[in-house]
T-cell receptor, first 125, second 107 residues
């Protein structure tokens, strides 16, 4: 079965960086986009961007441009999201989530069909 | 960017009730809409895609409808396990956007 297993919770100081990992299993890692979505305490869901694990290409929400990077290691089927210059309002649970397919095209706009368990990132001085 | 607005924000209903949640898009998104269920402390669960198609394994009491800018999620007979927050999401264009969520409470 498809599984996305994320790294553990972290506490960071303002201005620091954080890197979250997401290990995929149960499917061909390079055949689907991997998206990242975050959820601040008591708030809704916010899309951050995606990485194409096959090509390494990325697409970020403008809000995070210049501060986020998404990478992958295909040898271990793992995607990474790194967020720089952390602020207190970056405190949130960060989810990796697999992009679905539209017909036979799995590299297009689609729903988010599998989710990791989430990683709590706390930014505090 | 496309804004998604859900109503109501909170809904209290009894077991067996028919429940409807509405999601509106700020511009037409055709049928490129998904619904997710999130229980406290858990990741969202994918439920419905393309506005009205049920994901495999989702109980048939859930259904979705709509196109263009107005969409609904309906639970035909509310069950205790349905206690959760429900989110709509558009995937017509980037950046993806979600509704603010509807918290469903059981009376």
């Amino acid at each position: 079965q498809v599984q996305l297993v994320q790294s553990g919770a972290e506490v960071k100081k303002p201005g620091a960086s954080v890197k979250v990992s997401c290990k995929a299993s149960g499917y061909t890692f390079t055949a689907f986009y991997m998206h990242w979505v975050r959820q601040a305490p008591g708030q809704g869901l916010e899309w951050m961007g995606w990485i194409n694990p096959n090509s390494g290409g990325t697409n970020f929400a403008q809000k995070f441009q210049g501060r986020v990077s998404m990478t992958r290691d295909t040898s271990i089927s793992t995607a990474y999201m790194e967020l720089d210059r952390l602020r207190s309002d970056d405190t949130a649970v960060y989810f990796c989530t697999r992009g679905g397919c539209s017909g036979s095209d799995c590299f297009t706009e689609s729903n988010l069909d599998q989710w990791g368990q989430g990683t709590q990132i706390t930014v505090s001085s | 960017d496309i804004q998604m607005t859900q109503s109501p924000s909170t809904l209290s209903a009894s077991v067996g009730d028919r429940v409807t949640i509405t999601c509106r898009a700020s511009q037409s998104i055709s049928s490129w809409l998904a619904w997710y269920q999130q229980k406290p402390g858990k990741a969202p669960k994918f439920m419905i895609y393309d506005a009205s198609s049920l994901e495999s394994g989702v109980p048939s009491r859930f259904s979705g409808s709509g196109s263009g800018t107005e969409f609904t999620l309906t639970i035909s007979s509310l069950q205790p396990d349905d206690l959760a927050t429900y989110y709509c999401q558009q995937y017509n264009s980037y950046p993806y956007s979600f509704g603010q969520g509807t918290k469903l409470e059981i009376k």
